[in-house]
């Protein structure tokens, strides 16, 4: 990951420290969380790479503590069943999009396919761009999708394309972009941004921000 870049990795974890003693703010309405502001564009956030993966190279290894671990295809991906969701994007800094529309597969479908082991507890999403994060098993059944379209078009390369994770319930980077892994873990493990000061659960409600 020597490319990945720096200057911004380091902006982010300033942020932790400009964060962490920071009074939370008392009170929300409806479905802006605390601390977020809305905005109607997308903006886009990475590591200062976005890997082009054309969808003939592009697999998805479902791996770890699983019966069948698989590694789909495009063709085996998309006839996994589909389904379309429409839900809220709220990134830790403070801007949340509302109303995305996207296509894709539930986690729960492709737990389905792979069925996890009693042992696995946890789940580590690896990206193309060697990105990682971390969620519990429980909540990724409740709350992750795997899409690749979003507003009815292909999910654009600068947005995680052709496939990437989406959790509405936590924090945005809690959702992979060009995910190229889903591991299935016996235990927690910190991801790219949880290692480096973000919150393991982060929960945009409570203003679970930093760790
Ligand atoms: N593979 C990968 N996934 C990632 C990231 C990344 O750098 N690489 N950034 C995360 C962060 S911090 C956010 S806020 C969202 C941003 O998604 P967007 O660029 O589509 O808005 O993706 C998350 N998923
Ligand atoms: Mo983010």
Known sequence: MDEINKKLIEGKQRLVELG??????????NRLPPGQHEVKNWPVLDLG????????????NVEGL????VSLTWPDFIALPQVEK??????VTAWS??????????F?????LVKPTPEATHVLFTGYDDYTTNLPLDFCLDNAL????WEGQPLEREHGGPVRVVVSKVYAWK??????????????????????GYSITADPWTEDRFS
């Open 175 to 196: 959702g992979a972009k060009w995910v190229k892994d889903v591991i299935f873990l016996p235990a927690d493990h910190p991801g790219f941004w949880e290692v480096r």
């Open 66 to 69: 699983v019966e069948k671990p």
């Open 146 to 149: 795997i899409v690749h379209e």
């Open 20 to 29: 962490k003693n920071k009074p939370k703010a008392a009170f929300t309405q």
């Open 86 to 91: 429409v839900n809220d994007f709220h990134c």
């Open 108 to 112: 729960k479908a492709l737990c389905a």
């Open 49 to 60: 790479i976005q890997p082009d993966i054309p969808k003939d190279k592009w697999s998805l």
């Open 97 to 106: 999009r509302f109303d995305n529309h996207w296509k894709g597969v539930e």
